[in-house]
């Protein structure tokens, strides 16, 4: 691979790893807002105890990781939902 598509596939991964981060932050804000019918921006401040771009996407997997763990999936009725199922 040419220096062009090494830069290119790098720039690539960036992305992808800025867009994992700004996802998981913006799903644990929504948690954030539910749990404690907070408006978006207090949650979000919530969010940020480190003041880091790492504390941040850390303290945003802590969130998700218990609201999964907690998750029920038999509550979900459309969890194993088949479309072709009659």
Do not use: C, K
Request: aromatic share 6%; net charge negative.
């Amino acid at each position: 691979m040419n220096d062009f598509g090494q830069w290119q596939e790098q720039a690539a991964h960036r992305l992808l790893s800025h867009l994992m981060q700004r996802t998981a932050a913006s799903e644990a804000v929504g948690i954030l807002q539910v749990w404690h019918a907070y408006p978006r921006e207090q949650a979000r401040d919530d969010l940020d105890v480190t003041g880091t771009p790492a504390g941040r996407e850390a303290e945003a997997r802590r969130i998700i990781a218990v609201v999964d763990n907690a998750a029920d999936a038999r509550a979900d009725r459309d969890a194993h939902w088949d479309p072709f199922e009659r």
